[in-house]
Structures are given as C-alpha cells and as structure tokens.
Nanobody, 124 residues
Framework: QVQLAESGGGLVQAGGSLRLSCAASGLTFSAYTMGWFRQAPGKEREFVATINWSGGVVDVAGSVKGRFAISRDNTKNTLYLEMTNLEPQDTAVYYC?????????????????WGQGTQVTVSS
C-alpha cells in the first residue's frame, strides 16, 4: 500500500528556512508525479509546487516562487521542499501528494495519494 510520510516541519521565525521531506513507500516512486500543497486554518488546500517523474520539470506557485524549491531523489524515494525567507502567511499544514504519470499536476483533485501533513509555523 502506498504511504507518504512528511517530516521537517516546525516553528521558525520570519526570514528563516526549513526543509520538508516526504518519504514514499509502496510505489514505484520514479513513475509518479509529486506535489506539495498546504492548508492554513479556515482556508482551502492550495497548490505549492509540483515536480515530474525525473525531477527535470517543476512548477511553483507564484506566492512562493523564488523562495521555495521542490526537488526529488528517486534513489531514496524522497521528495523535498526547500523553503527560504519564510513569511507568517506561509504558516500551514504542508502535505505531499503522489499521482502516477508524467505530467505536472497543480490541482489537488488530480492526486490520489496523500500524506498526513506536517505543521509549519512562521512567527513574526
């Protein structure tokens, strides 16, 4: 069975950095498009970034472009989200998601598998 496990969240001051990881198991990782989403209290889940099977093509939401970077290591079955220059509005639960295929996917409805999420809190 497919399992996705996020880690690396925590409390950080504005301007700080965090690196999220998502360990995948139960799937052929390199055959999956991966994505990061986030959900703040009282808000809908929103797209953050997506990466294709090889890691050669990515798409990042405008709100985090230039500050966040998505990457993957297919030898370790792990997805990453490097977050820099964090802002209080980045506070949310961050989720990784997986969907079989090669296309970039920016809608949460396109992903079948989800992790449990990791909390990121940015203080001002």
């Amino acid at each position: 069975q497919v399992q996705l496990a996020e880690s690396g969240g925590g409390l950080v001051q504005a301007g700080g950095s965090l690196r999220l990881s998502c360990a995948a198991s139960g799937l052929t990782f390199s055959a999956y498009t991966m994505g990061w989403f986030r959900q703040a209290p009282g808000k809908e889940r929103e797209f953050v970034a997506t990466i294709n099977w090889s890691g050669g093509v990515v798409d990042v939401a405008g709100s985090v472009k230039g500050r966040f970077a998505i990457s993957r290591d297919n030898t370790k079955n792990t997805l990453y989200l490097e977050m820099t220059n964090l802002e209080p509005q980045d506070t949310a639960v961050y989720y990784c998601a997986a969907e079989h295929g090669s296309s970039l996917l920016s809608s949460s409805r396109d992903y079948r598998y989800w992790g449990q999420g990791t909390q990121v809190t940015v203080s001002s």
